[in-house]
């Protein structure tokens, strides 16, 4: 009895593994589970950064560093934060990105940025939304709210939206990858509803897949220095113009 038992429990364990082994891989394998795995002890990981001390500490400092209307400002994620633009670019501007930032997060601390009137902005952000689970409609209706208040409060500034870029095809899920590409679909009507520049930067990017190039990430998201470079030259003539 007690060996049937054993062999019926056995089973179910087994039965149950292959379910959950197929649920996963569907949903894109160990990427899916990594997100998930983000999100646990956030009570909301769409919009509170108040526990992340990187975030904090680097919204701080911008509390100590003026803004002027001539100024060209940068604003975005990790892609945005990590790249040395004071020295890429042949002109001064002003990174306010923040590793780690979302459309929401943006809007939360976009007003001084808007009082400042500055001169130009480019723009990117949404990865780490997508990466999280929020959907593209919600996504795109941020970012229409962040270009709307530029366009309405500060209507000298000239907003560049910049696409998105492409992810890897090894660490992140097909889903995840036509996701970015869904936003990039919507972001160049929007940029146009509001007289905005769109720059198409994905192509640049992406190898005979699709996917990031491996030539400029080493884990399949973030950015090395030929990735920089790259992007400099795609821009330049927008910063200095």
């Known amino acids: 009895m007690q060996t049937v038992l054993w062999l019926v429990s056995l089973t179910t364990n087994v039965l149950l593994l292959t ?18 795995l983000q999100l646990i002890g956030s009570a909301d990981p769409y919009e509170d950064f108040s526990n992340v001390p990187f975030y904090v500490h680097r919204l701080n400092q911008f509390e100590f560093l003026d803004l002027k209307p001539s100024d060209t400002v940068l604003l975005g994620d990790s892609l945005t934060n990590e790249g040395e633009w004071a020295e890429f ?18 809007l939360q601390r976009l007003e001084p940025i808007v ?56 660490r992140y899920s097909q889903e995840m990858r036509l996701t970015i590409l869904a936003v990039n679909q919507a972001l160049p009507a929007l940029a146009a509803q509001l007289a905005y520049p769109y720059i198409d930067l994905y192509p640049q990017f992406t190898n005979h897949q699709g996917s990031l190039d491996p030539q400029y990430s080493q884990d399949e998201l ?11 030259q795609l821009i330049q003539e927008f910063v200095v113009s």
Not at 19 to 36: D, M, T
Not at 89 to 106: E, F, H, P, W
Not at 145 to 151: A, K
Request: hydrophobic share 40%; aromatic share 8%; proline share 3%.
């Open 115 to 170: 009082q400042s009137t500055p001169h130009k902005v480019f723009l990117m952000i949404g990865i780490n939304d997508i990466i999280r689970g929020v959907s593209v409609d919600q996504l795109m209706q941020n970012y229409t709210t962040i270009l709307t208040r530029f366009r309405t409060r500060s209507p000298s500034t000239q907003v560049y939206v910049q696409s998105l870029l492409p992810v890897g095809d090894r």
């Open 89 to 106: 670019l042949s002109v001064s501007v002003k990174n306010r990105a923040i590793s780690g930032d979302t459309t929401a997060g943006l």
């Open 19 to 36: 379910a959950f082994s197929i649920f996963v891989a569907k949903r894109g394998g160990l990427a899916y589970i990594s997100k998930k």
């Open 222 to 232: 973030h950015l090395n220095g030929k990735a920089y470079d790259r992007w400099r």
